[in-house]
């Protein structure tokens, strides 16, 4: 997206793809690189999270003068070997004794040492307050600060940032990672609080990051997955919604969306248990494999319909009773199940 700053000179956000970025770097000469989390996702594309993170790293040491704004609580992103100049954003909430994360939790050995890492405060996955009881290797200091989070909901969020208050109007914590890297670019660009508050004002959710329409009389909520921890955190979004609802999995196994689909395994369906959810439609390419995932969870097997037809899908949630419906989907499943909404 190309926005005209004050000064009348275009400013870039370009979103591209980790394995493209060093080949970018050979025609433009970024001012800053921002990265907010690297989680296992398309592993039959990219490999393993040091992988993919090396990728960036390599591109990023093309333009040693461009600084580079990383995601703090990741402890991947402790010290690189770059030239560049480095800030850090994250959470800086109330802490507690150091524990461990969560036993299927990626990413979590010592920088350092290679220890086991604990966490004085984890906001989810591999990410917080992180310490080495080995090496004393910690989380380092952070140059923008996400101090209190004040509301969440399942489709809504408002916290304080270096002691200003804002709020978007879309549910889930890993979004408010990315309002919290919106705000440290925008204050690296210059940019004062009141006009950062006015931009999430007239922020709205768009192309399957919860966006929202009507299938009849149903509101309905896609939301694109596509990794484990990108899939457990979308579930604990609508976890959160104070009504019922169906629910539709749909999973395809293209090249973009990653051809190898036993991610689903790592992901916390387990949750659906804990949710006011009538039935539930399996769909995509490999519906009976994810209907197979939800079965495992305890999920009654007699409310889960299956369908690889995503007009079926559609059909369905239209005559189901409940007045809500969330979609997720992986990518391609994504983009026919919107083909249809047209």
Known sequence: ??????TGKNIAVLEIDEASLSRICDYIQPSLFVITNIFRDQMDRFGEIYTTYNMILDAIRKV?????????????FYKPTIPNPIEYFGFD??????QLAHYNTEGILCPDCQGILKYEHNTYANLGAYICEGCGCKRPDLDYRLTKLVELTNNRSRFVIDG???????????????????VAI???????????????????????????????DKECTLVLIKNPVGATQALEMINLAPYPFSLSVLLNANYADGI??????????????????????????RHSEI?????????????????SNLEQVLKTIENQDCKHAYILATYTAMLEFRELLA
Do not use: C
Not at 1 to 6: E, H, N, P, Y
Not at 192 to 208: M, N, P, Y
Not at 264 to 279: G, S
Not at 291 to 307: C, D, F, M, N, S
């Open 260 to 285: 190898d689909t036993s991610w689903i395994w790592d992901a916390d369906f387990e949750q659906i248990t804990d949710m006011d959810i009538p039935e539930i439609n399996a769909g995509g390419v």
């Open 1 to 6: 997206t190309a926005k005209s700053s004050k």
């Open 291 to 307: 209907a197979r995932r939800l079965r495992v969870t305890g999920y009654p097997a007699e409310k889960i319909t299956e369908t």
């Open 93 to 98: 909430s109330e802490k507690g004794p150091a």
């Open 64 to 76: 040693p003068t461009a600084t580079v704004l990383l995601n703090g609580d990741s402890p991947l």
């Open 164 to 182: 200003q208050e804002y709020g978007i109007q879309i549910g889930g914590l890993y979004n408010i990672y990315n309002a919290l890297a919106a």
């Open 186 to 216: 925008a204050r690296f660009l210059g940019a004062d609080s009141q006009l950062i508050k006015q931009g999430f004002d007239k922020s709205r959710a768009v192309f399957g990051r919860q966006e929202t329409f009507h299938i009849g």
